[in-house]
């Protein structure tokens, strides 16, 4: 199919790099002539950009495709799956969803329209992958947001945690340029985005691959770029996360005072089994230094229950953990088998009702003390960057503050895309409700 004036639906499932890869999807079939359909049903071509890190995950894909699968009778329509899933389980998808006109795997997103071009016959599989670092033109990404820019500095993971799928989706690590970092940085500075997010699935790790200049050394020289007002990056490793890192974050005013630091288990021995290269303690003592040499910064973590073998001891240290730890947020998740895992190879012994039980027991944890947190916050007066109109209520508008916590308050205008002083007048666990205080 031509992709002249075809209209074209992208639907994304999973994290933020599937969200940036998703603008840059769209910026290339913007490129080739299409244009973006508000509906599905609108659509000439369909993709579907997919998550696999959970079984759920990728039993939502198949649950959509179901959905927009071409009937008879009905509008022709191209359908695509991009991402991990396309990368990682191309075999799986043909037989369960054979009716998927092309298949495209994250290295390969910029030959999109040669491949829509060829599909509609058998399954056009594009799953290609070189250790090589694919740059996409700034052009060519079609960021979501005017203000708060995804900036992609390294893909791939060569951790093997035993449980993860990561490394067989999105490949072994690869850095981007640091002079291709530096050019986009340089266009979004100018063209006023205000909010920067770097992203890679091991942030902590990057070098440069043609200087060797680390991590730590770029967000000092971002911080000092003209413009921007916050720097965040997603995700960092506690195995990686090193003290010229801390020292960086020390040094400059706009790197948030926030970090992600995915814990997965409070047990020494659980970790251990997960492969993940640190013990409870080291982890601690990570989130001391952090505490100790950024006072007020917010943490924020990922926790996996029900990995196998866990005992209930060792879940229990998973809780005293959250306690100890005081995390602004957590994402919490019930351990899934994935395929080609180590994990997976053994047992899935915790029987799905536990699981279930301790994943609840978490979050009723988590609830406690994300209130207790947010209400020692009313009363304060924070900088909040305004995101839009409230859900409940078109009065109440939505924002985001420093360390990432989500703020409804109440203003005259609409305050997206801006900075303003909230003051903070109640709390609930999952928000901050406030005034605005001044423009
Ligand atoms: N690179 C990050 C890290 O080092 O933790 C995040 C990887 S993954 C995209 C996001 C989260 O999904 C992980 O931190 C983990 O908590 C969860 N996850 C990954 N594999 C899982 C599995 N098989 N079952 C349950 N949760 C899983
Ligand atoms: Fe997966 Fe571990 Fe790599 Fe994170 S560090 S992407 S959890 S293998």
């Known amino acids: 199919m031509d992709l002249q004036d075809k209209a074209f639906f992208l639907r994304t499932f999973g994290c933020q790099m599937n969200v940036n890869d998703s603008e840059r999807i769209a910026g290339v079939l913007a490129a080739a002539g299409a244009r973006p359909a508000e509906r599905a049903e609108d659509a000439d071509i369909v993709i579907v950009n997919t998550c696999a890190v959970r079984e759920k995950s990728e039993e939502k894909l198949y649950a959509y495709l179901g959905r927009v699968r071409p009937r008879p009778g009905g509008r022709p329509v191209l359908i695509g799956v991009a991402g991990c899933v396309a990368q990682a389980e191309t075999a799986e998808l043909l037989a369960r969803r054979p009716f998927v006109d092309f298949i495209v795997g994250p290295d390969n997103y910029l030959r999109l329209p040669e491949i829509i071009r060829r599909a509609g016959g058998p399954t056009v599989v ?14 060519l990404i079609h960021r979501e947001s005017p203000v708060t820019a995804f900036v992609s500095i390294m893909e791939g993971c060569n951790n093997f945690c035993s449980y993860c799928i990561v490394p067989f989706t999105r490949g072994r690590e690869k850095f981007r340029p640091l002079r291709a970092i530096r050019a986009e940085l340089a266009a979004l500075s100018a063209r006023g985005y205000l909010e920067i997010l770097f992203l890679g699935q091991n942030v902590n790790s990057y070098r440069d691959p043609e200087t060797g200049t680390p991590f730590a050394a770029l967000l000092a020289e971002a911080g000092r770029m003209p413009g921007f007002r916050w720097i965040r990056f997603l995700t960092s490793h506690p195995k990686n996360f090193s003290a ?3 020292e960086a974050m020390t040094s400059c005013p706009v790197l948030c005072r926030e970090v992600h630091l995915p814990l997965q288990s409070g047990s020494t021995s659980v970790l251990a089994r997960m492969n993940r290269g640190y013990t409870r303690e080291e982890y601690l003592a990570k989130a001391a230094l952090l505490r100790q040499r950024i006072p007020g910064i917010s943490l924020s973590t990922d926790i996996i229950v ?3 073998g866990e005992t209930e001891t060792e879940f229990r240290d998973t809780l005293s953990a959250l306690e100890t730890l005081r995390f602004t947020n957590i994402f919490s998740f019930r351990y899934s088998p994935r395929p080609r895992t180590a994990a997976a190879k053994g047992a899935d012994d915790v029987p799905f009702e536990t699981k ?7 979050q009723a944890l988590q609830k406690e003390i994300q209130s207790a947190l947010h209400k ?23 924002g985001r503050n420093e360390s990432h916590q989500v703020v409804n308050f109440r203003s005259p205008t609409d305050p997206a895309g801006r ?21």
Do not use: N
Request: glycine content about 10%.
């Open 126 to 139: 594009a799953d290609e992958w070189s250790i090589e670092w694919k740059e996409t033109p700034e052009a």
């Open 244 to 246: 010229d890192i801390v």
């Open 306 to 308: 029900g990995y196998p």
């Open 356 to 362: 279930k039980r301790r994943l609840m027991e978490v």
């Open 376 to 398: 020692s916050l009313v009363g304060s007066i924070m900088t909040v960057l305004g995101v839009g109109p409230s859900r409940r209520d078109p009065a109440v508008f939505s």
């Open 419 to 439: 900075f303003v002083r909230v003051r903070i007048t109640g709390a609930g666990p999952y928000s901050l409700r406030g005034d605005l205080v001044d423009d």
